[in-house]
């Protein structure tokens, strides 16, 4: 059974940081690229960062660049979303995302919110 558990979400104040977790089981974690997206009601789910199969070719949405690190281990089956100096506008429910590029096939997990406010 596949799974892909998001946590670390909470209410943080503005300038704070959070560190998101997301724990995969249930297939080959090392082969799968792996992705945060975030969604708030009303609007598109967006990319956040992405991070390759080897860990490798971090990429970033410009609203988070140099506010954010995503990293993994695949030892562990787990990626990370490390960010800093939250703004108000990062609040969402983010969600984490694989994908086997030769496959194409995509599993997510169900969700995980933060809330950036006083």
């Known amino acids: 059974q596949v799974q892909l558990v998001e946590s670390g979400g909470g209410l943080v104040q503005p300038g704070g940081s959070l560190r998101l977790s997301c724990a995969a089981s249930g297939f080959t974690f090392s082969q799968y690229a792996m992705s945060w997206y975030r969604q708030v009601p009303g609007k598109e789910r967006e990319l956040v960062a992405s991070i390759s199969s080897f860990g490798g070719s971090p990429n970033y949405a410009d609203s988070v660049k140099g506010r954010s690190t995503i990293s993994r281990e695949n030892a562990e089956s787990t990626v990370y979303l490390q960010m800093n100096s939250l703004k108000p506008e990062d609040t969402a429910v983010y969600y984490c995302?694989?994908?086997?590029?030769?496959?194409?096939?995509?599993?997510w997990g169900k969700g995980t919110l933060v809330t950036v406010s006083l």
């Open positions: 995302n694989a994908r086997n590029h030769y496959t194409g096939v995509v599993y």
